[in-house]
């Protein structure tokens, strides 16, 4: 039986690679987002982290992570192109509440260091893939001589 589409190219490790990459990059802001709503909704730390007793810095900025991971965490785990972007503003806004504003959220350097951590890898990626697929536009031509 002949198949319905034709089968394209196999992916480059470097392509598997980032693909497992940003799967797990899913899972990790699923847990971040998890780990949000149970605090808002009194599940952890005694029901001490419930919303309606956080100080309005507190509720802003938690109340727009646990939005924010989770549809991040979607983007990612879906391959789409606005995943790492939620999740960069996400990353971007808990560096920002622990280093720009520790006087009111804390001091919190491994989470700091675990975001600019899969910032950098995914970077790396992107220019691991630019260049890949440069050189095989390079090598694969049909007009070459």
């Known amino acids: ?44 730390f005694n029901g001490q982290g419930r919303f309606d007793l956080l100080p309005p810095a507190w509720k802003a900025a938690y109340t727009a992570l646990a939005v924010l991971f989770p549809v991040a965490a979607v983007g990612l785990w879906l391959l789409v192109s606005w995943g790492p972007v939620i999740w960069l503003v996400a ?13 009111i959220f804390g001091i ?23 260049i890949e697929r440069r050189r095989q536009a390079r090598s694969v031509r049909t007009d070459s001589p």
């Open 1 to 44: 039986m002949v198949a319905d589409s034709a089968k394209g190219p196999r992916p480059s490790l470097i392509e598997t690679l980032f693909t497992l990459f940003l799967r797990l990059a899913a899972v990790g802001a699923l847990w971040f987002a998890l780990q949000y709503w149970a605090m808002l909704t009194g599940f952890s």
């Open 91 to 103: 990353a971007a806004t808990e560096v920002a509440m622990h280093e720009v504003y520790p006087s």
């Open 108 to 130: 919190d350097r491994m989470l700091v260091l675990l975001h600019v951590a899969i910032a950098v890898l995914f970077v790396l990626f992107r220019a691991a893939l630019f």
